[in-house]
């Protein structure tokens, strides 16, 4: 008989064997490790025991599952009206799909007593500030296709698609940013601004990046007014596990009534000849595939879909 509790302290080991045992794609860091687990998971001062819920065979460990919170509007604390099931992860078992299942209604009973009225199924950079480095990449892209397994379960519960999410990589080998008379007048008129380990501008992005080193680029104007700013990390620890220098791209803002005037386009140019000059090899970006002003951006820039990930919403 299966049983399901919240985490408890012994745990950590136990959840380390559970993803190294599942089929979670090559998206998935691997080896796990409990320390990593740590790093990227429990030691985020967001983290509730009561929304990680633990299945057991006996005394083996067999699955889990992880609910999560994004931040209120002003990123100073917790917003519970919307909330995910981060991921459901289970191990080749003759219970499988069942396991999965209870795992995910057990997730979404927590999600409901801490008050959501939108259920969610995947994380994202704004859903749910964990995983980063152990799962999807540069961010959190729902559930991605290469884990049918875990996108099955949340088709069985009657979770419908709410976005499509492109991961897109580019070599950065030999890159120049692109010329134009646009990009030259841009160059002239604006400075770039490359800021290692930046201050957190929230308490949400102190909590959700501690750990992780941060390059942050700011485009500002003659009079040093802000124009955009993009923000990239060293996508650790998946990169080492690949074997490659790589930087993933969190985030790209363009200030005020400034977009489509290629500045987006020039930002995250630049910021890759400067990544590519300090060694790194491989850039990565999440896009909602129905963003197609932003598909098109980057594929001007030479990024290419690699894979999808979906996020689900209750139905």
């Known amino acids: ?92 078992h003759d219970q499988h799909a069942a396991i999965g299942d209870a795992l995910l209604a057990r997730c979404e009973d927590y999600l409901r007593r801490r008050g959501s009225q939108t259920i969610l199924g995947g994380g994202t950079p704004d859903i749910g500030g964990f995983y980063l480095g152990l799962y999807g990449g540069s961010g959190l892209p729902g559930i991605l296709d290469s884990s049918p397994r875990m996108q099955e379960v949340f088709a069985r519960a009657g979770y419908a698609e709410a976005e499509r999410i492109a991961v897109m990589r580019r070599s950065l080998s030999g890159f120049r940013p692109p010329v134009n008379r646009l990009q030259l007048a841009i160059r002239r008129s ?74 987006a386009n020039y930002l995250i140019a630049e910021a890759l000849h400067d990544l590519a000059q300090e060694g790194v090899t491989i850039a990565e970006a999440h896009v909602v595939a129905a963003n197609d002003a932003a598909m098109q951006l980057f594929l001007k820039l030479g990024f290419q879909t690699t894979s999808h990930g979906t996020l689900y919403r209750r139905g």
């Open 1 to 92: 008989m299966i049983e399901y509790r919240c985490f408890r302290n012994e745990d950590p080991p136990r959840l380390a064997d559970i993803w190294r045992t599942a089929d979670l794609g090559p998206a998935a860091f691997q080896p796990m490790t409990a320390a990593w687990l740590e790093a990227c998971v429990f030691s985020r001062p967001y983290f509730d025991r009561e929304g990680l819920i633990v299945a057991l065979d006996g005394d083996r460990p067999v699955g889990f599952a992880h609910a999560a919170f994004g931040p209120n509007a002003s990123k100073s604390g917790i917003e519970t009206s919307t909330g995910t099931t981060m991921v459901v992860v289970v191990v080749p």
């Open 190 to 263: 604006t400075t770039l601004r490359v800021i290692d380990e930046p201050a957190r501008r929230s308490w949400w992005e102190a909590a959700a990046t501690t750990g992780i080193a941060l390059r942050r680029y700011e485009l500002r104007g003659q009079d040093e007014s802000l124009l955009g700013h993009g923000s990239f990390w060293d996508m650790q620890p998946l990169a080492t596990a690949w074997g490659v220098v790589a930087a993933g791209l969190m985030r790209v803002d363009i200030e005020g009534d400034r977009r489509r005037r290629g500045l």
